[in-house]
């Protein structure tokens, strides 16, 4: 029961992200309509001169001092066969803290095994804002 209440309320966060981002072409700042309510969320993401999104080494190091890696219990984000992961990813408005990061098995973070976790979130979290076929995804 608290599976499929957290399924929906993740499924309509979703589908309000991507309308928000279609609608106005950004994701809605925290705390504006359409915005999830979720600390683990802060809009837009902050970009270089290149159009890529920034991302925080110090967020890393945080991370893994507050969650050791699974595999050596050494607290450095430099894991054998592990990756840090945002939860909700930068793309879709994740926020760049320790709050939203998690340890997940490369097979499964870098789409070498029968998961795809990053290609998925997209879709599931709305980003990128162009059409998604569906069919072509493993």
């Known amino acids: 029961m608290v599976t499929r209440l957290f399924v929906t309320t993740v499924v309509a966060t979703a589908l309000a992200l991507a309308a928000a981002a279609e609608a106005f072409g950004a994701l809605p700042a925290p705390g504006a309509p359409g915005a999830p309510d979720d600390p683990r969320y802060c809009g837009e993401p902050e970009r ?3 159009g890529r999104i ?7 190091r945080e991370f893994a001092q507050q969650f050791p890696c699974p595999a050596t219990l050494e607290r450095t984000p430099s894991c054998p066969g592990w ?3 945002h939860v909700i990813p930068m793309a879709s408005g ?12 490369l097979g499964i973070k870098s789409c070498a095994g029968s998961l795809c976790k990053d290609r998925w979130e997209r879709i599931y979290h709305g ?9 072509g995804t493993p």
């Open 48 to 50: 270089d001169g290149r």
């Open 54 to 60: 920034k991302r925080s080494r110090l967020a890393l």
């Open 83 to 85: 990756a840090i992961d």
């Open 94 to 105: 994740g926020c760049d803290r320790s709050l939203n990061m998690q340890w997940l098995p």
């Open 127 to 135: 980003a990128p804002r162009a059409p998604v076929d569906l069919k």
